[in-house]
């Protein structure tokens, strides 16, 4: 009943774009905070960008800050990720999860997650 499911992984050209998106089902996901996570090959699971259930206020990785935004629209039940400027460090699978409140590090705080979508950036 529950469910979150991510959309709009592909494979791009380093210096691409692609922009993710996170549908909810069964609930609202006007009362959680949103985090996206990722997790290359052989790599640990890495925090991405989250976003407080308001909106108000968002937290970037180091590595994605000044390329990525997050962003969410209540009417469509849906939260994204723009990412700009991709290199190939960037590959991984991505993942969404909702919480009670925005973390990148506390991965257990989240409540749901989605089964991820594959973004490739090669030339």
């Known amino acids: 009943q529950l469910q979150l499911v991510e959309s709009g992984g592909g494979l791009v050209q380093p210096g691409g774009s692609l922009r993710l998106s996170c549908v909810a089902s069964g609930f609202t996901l006007d009362y959680y905070a949103i985090g996206w996570f990722r997790q290359a090959p052989g790599k640990g699971r890495e925090g991405v960008a989250c976003?407080?259930?308001?909106?108000?206020?968002?937290i970037y990785a180091d590595s994605v800050q000044g390329r990525f935004t997050i962003s969410r629209d209540n009417a469509k039940n849906t939260v994204y990720l723009q990412m700009n400027s991709l290199k190939p460090e960037d590959t991984a699978v991505y993942y969404c999860?909702?919480?009670?409140?925005?973390?990148?590090?506390?991965?257990?705080?989240?409540?749901?997650w989605g089964q991820g979508t594959q973004v490739t950036v090669s030339s």
């Open positions: 976003i407080s259930v308001t909106g108000g206020s968002t």
């Open positions: 999860a909702a919480g009670p409140s925005p973390t990148l590090i506390t991965m257990m705080a989240y409540d749901y």
